[in-house]
């Protein structure tokens, strides 16, 4: 599968990634927590703003309230650690010695916050996993945005983005199959064209994935599940944001 010359153990963890929705009730050490979010911490940052703050959420009343939130996803109460990762331009307004009107915080600034929180955070599960746990992301923590932003007191130009999940496995899922890489590669210049022909052979590997995984009862492919996904309702997160002082119209 791969090819020989280019093989590493970072490689192999990344190729092996899969979520991990079913944990064993074991803490994880406050040694390779700590190990874990600083991994996260030297990922690249815009500028070296670091423009993101992780909530890690240990009570099991605001637990729950989150995953009231989260449609009732157990995992994010029993996972043996529940991080929230966070766009944050406050801690550095507040570094700054600045007054809000004096800083932008348009839609540039969140931009530059939620790709921060997000390259940390997928340091962070890499490390996790490198160490023999799993992580689950929880992007649904924003079916209530404002809820979950109150119940973590985030103040304001701190908006909650997604929560993860990290444990050992108590599973073992199937690796969910990815495009080919045609589909999101182009050279120069945006192309579509490859699109018709991927997409039926991900198709297929993805029918064939989840006939797997469900035992015969599901075999949709992707991009059915996709018209499903992008025929729903959106979340809608706009207001939240301008409430919290992120001005995305400029
Ligand atoms: C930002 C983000 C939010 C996600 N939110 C959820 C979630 O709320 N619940 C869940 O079970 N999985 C969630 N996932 C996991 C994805 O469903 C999963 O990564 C994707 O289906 C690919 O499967 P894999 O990670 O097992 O390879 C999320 C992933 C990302 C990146």
């Known amino acids: 599968m791969h090819d020989a010359r280019y093989e590493s153990a970072v490689l192999d963890l990344l190729m092996s990634h899969r979520s991990i929705r079913a944990f064993r009730d074991e803490p994880v050490p406050a040694g390779a927590l700590r190990e874990i979010l600083r991994a996260a911490q030297q990922a690249s940052t815009s500028s070296n703003m670091q423009a993101y703050s992780v909530i890690r959420v240990t009570d099991r009343n605001l637990r729950s309230e989150l995953a009231a939130v989260a449609g009732q996803q157990q995992y994010v109460v029993t996972c043996p650690e529940f991080l929230v990762w966070c766009a944050d331009m406050e801690r550095l307004r507040i570094a700054a010695g600045l007054e809000p009107?004096?800083?932008?915080?348009?839609?540039?600034?969140?931009?530059?916050?939620?790709?921060?929180?997000?390259?940390?955070?997928?340091?962070?599960?890499?490390?996790?996993?490198?160490?023999?746990?799993?992580?689950?992301?929880?992007?649904?923590?924003?079916?209530?945005?404002?809820?979950?932003?109150?119940?973590?007191?985030?103040?304001?130009?701190?908006?909650?983005?997604?929560?993860?999940?990290?444990?050992?496995?108590?599973?073992?899922?199937l690796m969910r199959p990815r495009l080919p890489v045609q589909a999101v590669l182009h050279e120069n210049r945006y192309d579509a064209s490859a699109y018709a022909d991927a997409v039926a052979d991900y198709d297929n590997a993805h029918a064939a994935y989840l006939k797997e995984r469900s035992g015969g009862r599901q075999s949709a492919g992707w991009s059915e599940q996709m018209r499903e996904r992008l025929t729903r309702p959106p979340r809608r997160i706009g207001r939240f944001l301008k409430e919290q002082g992120f001005e995305l119209t400029d």
């Open 101 to 173: 009107s004096d800083m932008s915080c348009n839609a540039e600034a969140f931009t530059i916050a939620a790709i921060d929180a997000a390259l940390a955070a997928q340091n962070a599960a890499v490390a996790a996993e490198s160490l023999g746990f799993g992580i689950c992301y929880i992007g649904a923590i924003r079916n209530d945005i404002a809820k979950t932003a109150a119940l973590l007191g985030l103040p304001p130009r701190v908006a909650p983005l997604f929560g993860m999940c990290i444990g050992r496995p108590d599973q073992a899922p």
